[in-house]
């Protein structure tokens, strides 16, 4: 019983054009489009290491200022997807949607959103990245749960799918592993903020994990990689647009990343804001896209028909305890302390915890989302960069919120005095603020499906 | 008596500010302006083997798109042309001039320049590259010459600038080897034609050669790189401005390259033709290139204080033998076979000349000179690369020629008649006759001074 498939791309005898590197390079920098066997062709040779990486690097920043075509997106998509393997969950019989995030500061949705669908019927077969500038990763967050197992086989993880209905692991080597070194190429080279590259990558990695459905949470502003409203709305269309012409069902949601998402910033603390959820409570803002990315994923999956009974589903298995009993079993399934569940104070704890004084009366502002997040991973990480559960910030007071001098702007969790003075600076300096209530920022600033 | 100055960079201890290779890569991208600190770290780490090409190779894409402004350009050209060995002329009390040209199908101007140069009193410290895709190199067509080093050392080659006035030799590797290692690079990355980078090759390398000033042909048109007129006048002006802000004279000249210059290409065809023009006579186009950049390079020199006197000083060198005489000087200081000047029958002659016969009646319309360049190669060069010195044509019609259906439009010179069909397909393919007479191109299309 092979879980993953061996659906692998023939490599060399495809190669019957042979192109030089750099004709193809030149045609790209000139504003051509490519055809589905040179878009093969550089995939096949970046997989047998022919093609040499300063050539690469020359083609993405061509495609970088060029871009793509939807067509060749989908087609650069399909063979990166096509060069690893692609997991196979035809033996799970519940609709498989899969949620993808740009990732944002404080975002524990995934941790929300994975037991909850479960709990509607909906399988996410969630594979995760590691951590990114600004951006702990779900696998961080869950690492900090004693004993929880981000590493199971791939097998074990579709039994548990089937079984259990949710799981998170790591992202396999195994998966897209051209993506992987041309990602790794990117990040040194300027080229990852490339719309098609971008869209291409998250095709391929997810949709080669075996959903029928894409989810995709697009955040802007200065908690994200994406400073740009435009630039993100661009990004959501071109991957729904690229979704669909690959035929899988996509819908993304453009969303504020100006602040920290929820009321805690670290590893402990937001897993801890994610069981508050579970439980019905919980922080506005992050209810509020948890809620809208559930609906999306019911609908997507065919559970729900309309907008309304979707909203009801989402609703009434958090409300109901099912989607916490989710968590709960995806937990224990993986072999982590299920205690911490009942008891959050089984979590790691910090030793000192104070507060971040308002400097002077106001309403909060802005908050700079990446420097929050600066500043949590210099409380959380040595120099030899061992990680401490324990440290985060908590109680944030979000953009709108009216302070008195001294009042806290949060809570700073921490084990390492040392380390103190320019974290505090970091967060400090984090905020702006000012005599007039501000216009808060709109949650969700576009639906693109 | 060092003949190349030691005039190194210092290297290491100048990389005080530290700046990430993608940083950079990310400035350049987003169309931001690199400071001098920025360049000489770039250069030095590309000296030091610390920036991988991978990083080089998307940092010259992007510049291809975002470009460098003059004052960029300029401590490019200079910090590379630093990287290596700069030739001290100090000796040679004459002007020193360099000529550069992108390079042209036919062109053997540099072949008359040098000599003419000199008899007019004026040293062209002349250091040439290798033959480039359409373009035969100078040394190529001067190995013609039995007996003739292009090799000589670089005290001998200043020695002889010194004695003679005239000397050709091959591009030393101790000159600039930044911009070698990076014009590598380009070749195979689509980033040759960045007018910022030939601007900082060309200066980087000619000024390394020890010259107070540089006349530029820069060539447009079906047999150079640069296929479009205005590409050709922004290339030389950036030359120009670029030039200027080293404190050097510089003039460039946009020439038409849409048909071969002269009636030959091929390398002892064109040595001959050169020899001809050096006897004061040889092909209208010719003569009148030779006179355009001779007058610029008298005139840059301070030989010749106005237009009227450079002309009457550059006719006179050519018409009474001394610039043939220098011509004669030169081979025989470099070892060459001065008997081929007098009897050029001596040198290499092709066992069989035939006809490209005109297909029909008409005017020549057009003349792919690329694809001229590309049958020449094919008669000359063996599967194992080595070149023969007799194959080529000769007795080119030009564009506005009238011919006779069966009147040939020019002679094909050729040893092997194994590779003779795929040449004369190339060849036939190359003209347009048309019914009406077209009107000629204008050579030299704009100055830039």
Request: contains cysteine.
């Amino acid at each position: 019983m092979p879980a993953a498939e061996t659906k692998k791309r023939a490599a060399s005898p495809r190669k019957t054009i042979r192109p030089s590197y750099s004709y193809l390079i030149e045609k790209k920098r000139d504003g051509n489009e490519f055809d589905k066997d040179e878009i093969r062709f550089i995939v096949d040779s970046i997989i047998d290491n022919e093609m040499p990486q300063f050539q690469q690097a020359a083609l993405a920043m061509a495609i970088f200022f060029q871009g793509m075509s939807a067509q060749e997106t989908a087609v650069l998509a399909e063979e990166m997807m096509l060069s690893g393997e692609v997991v196979d969950l035809s033996r799970i019989t519940m609709p498989k949607v899969e949620k993808y995030s740009t990732g944002g500061v404080g975002d524990k949705t995934s941790l929300v959103l994975v037991p909850l669908a479960a709990a509607c019927g909906v399988v996410m077969p969630s594979m995760n990245g590691i951590d990114e500038e600004m951006i702990i990763s779900t696998l961080r967050k869950l690492s900090s749960i004693p004993g929880f197992d981000v590493d199971i086989s791939l097998e074990r993880f579709t039994d548990q799918l089937r079984d259990v209905g949710c799981a998170i692991i790591r992202q396999r080597a195994e998966i897209a592993p051209v993506d992987n070194a041309l990602y790794q190429l990117r990040r040194e080279t300027g080229t990852v903020p490339s719309l098609p590259l971008i869209t291409g990558s998250v095709l391929s990695r997810k949709l080669a994990q075996g959903a029928d459905g894409l989810v995709v949470d697009v955040k802007w502003g200065n908690g994200s990689f994406i400073r740009d409203v435009e630039q993100a709305k661009q990004l959501a269309r071109s991957i729904t647009r690229v979704g669909r012409s690959m035929k899988k069902r996509c819908v993304a949601l453009v969303t504020d990343m100006n602040q920290p998402l929820g009321d805690s910033v670290g590893t402990a603390l937001e897993v801890k804001e994610a069981i508050q959820l579970l439980k019905g409570e919980g922080p506005e803002d992050l209810k509020e896209l948890v809620l809208k990315l559930g609906m999306e994923i019911v609908r997507l999956a065919g559970v729900a028909g309309s907008t309304l009974s979707a909203k009801q589903a989402v609703q009434r298995h958090l409300q109901n305890g099912e989607a916490l009993a989710k968590f709960r079993e995806m937990v224990v399934a993986q072999g982590g302390d299920a205690d911490v569940i009942d008891h959050p104070e089984k979590l790691p704890t910090a030793k000192y915890v104070r507060k971040l004084p308002a400097p002077k009366r106001g309403y909060v502002h802005t908050i700079n989302a990446g420097a929050i997040a600066r500043g949590v991973q210099i409380l959380s990480q040595d120099s030899d960069g061992n990680w401490d559960h324990a440290c985060g910030v908590s109680e944030i007071k979000k953009v709108g919120t009216q302070v008195k001098q001294g009042e806290p702007l949060m809570m700073i969790h921490y084990n390492d005095e040392s380390r103190m003075e320019a974290a505090l600076e970091l967060l400090r300096n984090a905020y702006r603020l000012a005599p007039k209530r501000p216009t808060p920022p709109d949650l969700v600033v576009e639906r693109v499906a």
